[in-house]
């Protein structure tokens, strides 16, 4: 009985101790953010501020510069989602659709094709920029929202197809046999039956994308134009931006504003998160 009491309060310490280390830098970006430039430097970095002043998180939202531009980082915020909605979207439907036929329709050379598709989760996205830039060339659509949203759906197609081809892959075969001997097609099975059964990866899908693109610096670095950049590059921009006094706060404040809406994906969906890849999503 001692012995187990022990083992607990060491894996509680142990746990404890993680999370003090995951959670002091969010702790010290938030209690910075709400100190003055005075407070900053006559304190020290674990220091409570003194009053939540929360200037510095009206100067990062709409009056900071990042280069030239002194909107702070409200331009570059909705430019993220005007980017991360579609394409969560349109990647999370493509991918389903991928997975359902490679898995509950399969056909000669299935198993090559979605081989093939792999080589997509481990490739580095490097070697695609060059490549890519030159069809959003041809296409029309560089160095704008809409071409960033394409990037974005095909960068995820590989991720999204796995996700849903592994938790097809458990649904029995007997229940589309079924729905075909009795008259339904591809798309009525694929609606009435597969989609109602998808939820939990469905929600891993989109959490998983959301993250993922809202995330992204190399491709909003390498495609995006002057009125098309997203959060992270502003932040980046803002971050590096020169002047005669270095203003942490509004860093900081720039900072949680940029990684917000994950912070909140994540408290308010992430048990649907866990339950998404407990029911599937890494089986195969």
Same mark, same amino acid.
Request: proline share 4%; with cysteine; net charge positive.
């Given at each position: 009985?001692?012995?187990?009491? @022990?083992?607990?309060? @060491?894996?509680?310490?142990?746990?404890? @101790?993680?999370?003090?280390?995951?959670?002091? #830098? =969010?702790?010290?970006?938030?209690?910075?953010? +709400?100190?003055?430039?005075?407070?900053?430097?006559?304190?020290?970095? @674990?220091?409570?501020?003194?009053?939540?002043?929360?200037?510095?998180?009206?100067?990062?939202?709409?009056?900071?510069?990042? &280069?030239?531009?002194?909107?702070?980082?409200?331009?570059?915020?909705?430019?993220?989602?005007?980017?991360?909605?579609?394409?969560?979207?349109?990647?999370?439907?493509? $991918?389903?659709?991928?997975?359902?036929?490679?898995?509950?329709?399969?056909?000669?050379?299935?198993?090559?094709? +979605? &081989?093939?598709?792999?080589?997509?989760?481990?490739?580095?996205?490097?070697?695609?920029?060059? #490549?890519?830039?030159?069809?959003? !060339?041809?296409? &029309?659509?560089?160095?704008?929202?809409? !071409? %960033?949203?394409?990037?974005?759906?095909?960068?995820?197609?590989?991720?999204?197809?796995?996700?849903?081809?592994?938790?097809?892959?458990?649904?029995? *075969?007997?229940?589309?046999?079924?729905?075909?001997?009795? !008259?339904?097609?591809?798309?009525?099975?694929?609606?009435?039956?597969?989609? #109602?059964?998808?939820?939990?990866?469905?929600?891993?899908?989109?959490?998983?994308? +959301?993250?993922?693109?809202?995330?992204?610096?190399?491709?909003?670095?390498? +495609?995006?134009?002057?009125?098309? *950049?997203?959060?992270?590059?502003? %932040?980046?921009?803002?971050?590096?931006?020169?002047?005669?006094?270095?203003?942490?706060?509004?860093? =900081?404040?720039?900072?949680?504003?940029?990684?917000?809406?994950?912070?909140?994906?994540?408290?308010?969906?992430?048990?649907?998160?866990?339950?998404? %890849?407990?029911?599937?999503?890494?089986? $195969?």
């Amino acid at each position: 009985m001692i012995a187990k009491n @022990l083992s607990r309060v @060491l894996i509680y310490g142990v746990l404890l @101790l993680a999370a003090f280390f995951f959670l002091a #830098p =969010m702790y010290v970006m938030l209690a910075t953010s +709400f100190k003055d430039a005075e407070e900053i430097r006559s304190g020290n970095l @674990l220091s409570l501020p003194h009053a939540l002043n929360f200037e510095a998180w009206q100067l990062a939202w709409s009056t900071a510069c990042t &280069g030239t531009d002194c909107r702070g980082l409200q331009p570059f915020f909705w430019n993220s989602v005007l980017i991360v909605f579609p394409a969560v979207i349109i990647s999370t439907l493509w $991918g389903a659709i991928n997975g359902y036929v490679l898995s509950l329709w399969k056909f000669k050379g299935s198993e090559v094709l +979605f &081989g093939f598709m792999l080589f997509g989760v481990f490739m580095p996205f490097q070697v695609v920029l060059l #490549p890519m830039s030159q069809i959003l !060339g041809w296409l &029309g659509i560089s160095s704008s929202v809409y !071409g %960033l949203i394409f990037v974005h759906c095909l960068a995820g197609l590989a991720g999204t197809t796995l996700f849903f081809r592994n938790y097809y892959a458990a649904i029995p *075969k007997e229940l589309v046999n079924a729905a075909r001997i009795d !008259g339904a097609g591809f798309w009525r099975i694929f609606i009435r039956i597969i989609v #109602p059964l998808s939820t939990p990866i469905v929600m891993v899908t989109l959490i998983w994308q +959301f993250t993922n693109i809202w995330n992204d610096f190399l491709f909003g670095v390498a +495609f995006s134009g002057a009125d098309s *950049k997203p959060i992270t590059v502003g %932040l980046n921009n803002m971050v590096n931006t020169t002047s005669s006094v270095k203003n942490y706060n509004v860093d =900081m404040a720039a900072a949680v504003i940029a990684g917000l809406p994950t912070i909140l994906i994540y408290v308010l969906a992430g048990k649907f998160f866990v339950k998404g %890849l407990t029911a599937g999503a890494v089986k $195969g």
